[in-house]
C-alpha cells in the first residue's frame, strides 16, 4: 500500500515569510498527525485530526501556525510567520483502529529559516 | 505531563555485542509504551509496542517489556548488527480520547563491523 506523502522534501525561508506543507495519509485512516521535530529532539505532536475535525492541538502555537483538514484527506499545516525557532523537520502521520495503534509516518518536511 | 527519558547517544557497539537502551517515563493513568526506529534516510517506522503492564513487545530480535514498578520499557536485542544502526525513539501514549505519542529525545545507535 503507498504510505503517507509529504511535500515539500525541504524547504527555506527567510524569518517573517509564511509556508505551506501538505500530507496525504494511507487511503482510509480517519486519524491523522502533525508532529515537529527539532534536530536533537524526538517529535512533538502539533495537532491531532479525527476526520476533518481537530481532536487535540494544545501544542499548537496558534498564533503562528494552522492547521486544515477540509475533506478528511489530505492535510495543510501553515505557519506565518515563520521564526527562526521554527526550523525543524515537519512530520506527518496517520492510523485507523484497523492497525491497533500503530502509526504511519511520511518522510517529513526539512524547514530551514534563515 | 507525560514525558519519557531515554539514555542519551551515539551509542556505539561491536557487531554481536548485546545492546540495552534504557527508557522510563512518567505519565498518568495506565498508558502504552513503544518502540520507533528511524533508519538512515527514512521515515520513522514501529518496532514494538506493549499495551499493559509485563507485556513484553518484540520484533526482529529486538525486544522491551513494560514494567510498571519502575516505570521503565528498555530496549534489548542480544546480538546486534551493522543493519541496526539507526536512531531509536521510545514513546508513549496516554489513556484518554487524543492518542497522539509523546516522545523521547532518540538514542543513535551505532554498530561497527
Known amino acids: 500500500e503507498a504510505g503517507v506523502a509529504q511535500s515539500p522534501r525541504y524547504k527555506i525561508i527567510e524569518k517573517r515569510q509564511s509556508v505551506a506543507f501538505w500530507c496525504n495519509p494511507i487511503?482510509?485512516?480517519?486519524?491523522l498527525y502533525w508532529y515537529q521535530q527539532i534536530l536533537g529532539q524526538g517529535p512533538k505532536l502539533l495537532i491531532q485530526f479525527q476526520n476533518n475535525g481537530v481532536v487535540d492541538d494544545s501544542q499548537l502555537p496558534k498564533d503562528r501556525f494552522s492547521a486544515e483538514r477540509l475533506k478528511g484527506v489530505d492535510s495543510t499545516l501553515k505557519i506565518q510567520p515563520a521564526k527562526l525557532e521554527d526550523s525543524a523537520v515537519y512530520l506527518c502521520?496517520?492510523?485507523?483502529?484497523?492497525?491497533?495503534?500503530?502509526?504511519?509516518f511520511g518522510s517529513g518536511t526539512q524547514l530551514s529559516v534563515l | 505531563g507525560d514525558s519519557v527519558t531515554q539514555m542519551e547517544g551515539p551509542v556505539t557497539l561491536s557487531e554481536e555485542a548485546f545492546l540495552t537502551i534504557n527508557c522510563t517515563y512518567t505519565a498518568t493513568g495506565y498508558p502504552s509504551l513503544f518502540w520507533y526506529v528511524q533508519y538512515p534516510g527514512e521515515g520513522l517506522q514501529l518496532l514494538l509496542k506493549a499495551t499493559k503492564a509485563d507485556d513484553k513487545g518484540s520484533n526482529k530480535g529486538f525486544e522491551a517489556t513494560y514494567r510498571k514498578e519502575t516505570t521503565s520499557f528498555h530496549l534489548e536485542k542480544g546480538s546486534v548488527q551493522v543493519s541496526d544502526s539507526a536512531v531509536y525513539f521510545c514513546a508513549l501514549k496516554a489513556g484518554g480520547g487524543a492518542d497522539g505519542l509523546t516522545f523521547g529525545k532518540g538514542t543513535h545507535l551505532i554498530i561497527q563491523p
Open positions: 502521520a496517520s492510523s485507523s483502529p484497523t492497525v491497533n495503534e500503530k502509526l504511519f
Open positions: 487511503s482510509g485512516h480517519a486519524t
